[in-house]
Every structure is written in C-alpha cells, then in structure tokens.
C-alpha cells in the first residue's frame, strides 16, 4: 500500500521480492500476504498479462525483461525445464518458422473437397 496525503492505495497484485522492503525504505507503511499455489498462478498469469501490456506500450529492453522475469517465475512455479522450453521452442521454430520473413496471414480458403469437421461432434 502506498499513502498519498490520506489516502491508501490498495493493489493485491504480485509484485517482486524486494518491493515491499524498497517501499518501506521511502518510509511507506506495507502490508502484504504470501500466496497460497492458487492465488499465485492466478497472479502469475495477471502479471504477464500486465508485462506484456507494459512491454506493448513502452516497447523498451527493460519492460522486456519484466516479461522474461514472469516467464522464468512461471517456468519455476509449473517446473517446467527451461532447456526443454527452448527445445520445444526450436522444434517449433524447425516444424513451422520464425517470424524472421515478417509473414502476415491475410486469409485462408478451405479445400472444397475437404469436409469439414461437425461442431456438434464434440457435444
């Protein structure tokens, strides 16, 4: 939380380890809670949200690196490997490209001849 004049800014949003010490320093009264595995992958999540968002608009090496930080944390909390992420990410880079040609898809016609799936197989 954050005093302006009288007034409390409440946030419940995941921040990193260091703030909450950072803000007492600038003599900020904190309160915080640590989350339970639920609430933190629902932060997770809202976080990279707001990385990329910040990243989408400030287009700088730095908000760039809050949304790898998010991905690390997230490649921790789901114990994903993070060699085997940049395997997947290479075989997928081998089996479908990489944005190197600057392709952009402006439509696609299905083959007549092709049927096409029913929506209500699945119901």
Not at 22 to 29: D, F, T
Not at 52 to 58: R, S, V
Not at 82 to 111: C, M, Q, S, Y
Request: aromatic residues 8%; contains cysteine.
């Amino acid at each position: 939380m954050r005093v302006i004049g009288y007034m409390t800014l409440h946030y419940n949003k995941l921040v990193r380890d260091n703030v909450p010490n950072l803000a007492r320093q600038q003599g900020e009264k904190v309160s915080v809670h640590y989350a339970s595995d639920e609430e933190f992958w629902l932060k997770l999540k809202q976080k990279l949200q707001e990385e990329i968002n910040e990243f989408a608009k400030l287009e700088t090496m730095d908000s760039l690196a809050d949304v790898l930080e998010v991905i690390d944390a997230i490649c921790e909390f789901k114990k994903f490997d993070v060699r085997e992420l940049n395997a997947v990410r290479e075989n997928k880079a081998i089996e479908h490209g990489t944005f190197t040609k600057r392709v952009i898809l402006d439509e696609t016609e299905p083959d007549p001849t092709i049927p096409l799936p029913d929506p209500h197989d699945d119901i």
